[in-house]
């Protein structure tokens, strides 16, 4: 299991954004509108999180995108799909998957 916590708010499933880091970059959601939101967390602060999982290989690849551009390491990918995996390290983010795969 990994060890970051997962904001409150994320809906289940591979993406997730983690509790406590956000700096309100809001890239992430501007690169997946549909799939991600935000709320204020217990401090106030902005905080991005997922509110729905993608249904499609375009939503994926939005997800990815949203992934690949946060800024501070807390938007991850915590599932197993090896092309995903892959895509993500081509892009400089595979330090955002939970699980790493040869480079
Ligand atoms: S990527 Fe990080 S700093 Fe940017 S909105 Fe999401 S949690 Fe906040």
């Not at 991600?36 to 602060?45: E, F, K, L, P, Y």
């Amino acid at each position: 299991m990994h060890p970051t916590q997962r904001f409150p708010l994320n809906v289940a499933g591979d993406f997730y954004v983690v509790e406590g880091l956000c700096i309100a970059c809001k890239a992430p959601e501007h690169e997946a509108p549909e799939l991600m939101a935000h709320a204020r967390a217990a401090d106030g602060v902005y905080h991005c999180y997922f509110r729905r999982q993608p249904r499609t290989e375009e939503e994926l690849q939005r997800a990815v995108m949203a992934v690949a551009v946060g800024c501070c390491g807390a938007v991850r990918y915590g599932g197993s799909d090896p092309a995903t995996i892959q895509t993500l390290t081509q892009l400089g983010a595979g330090g955002a998957c939970d699980i790493r795969t040869a480079e």
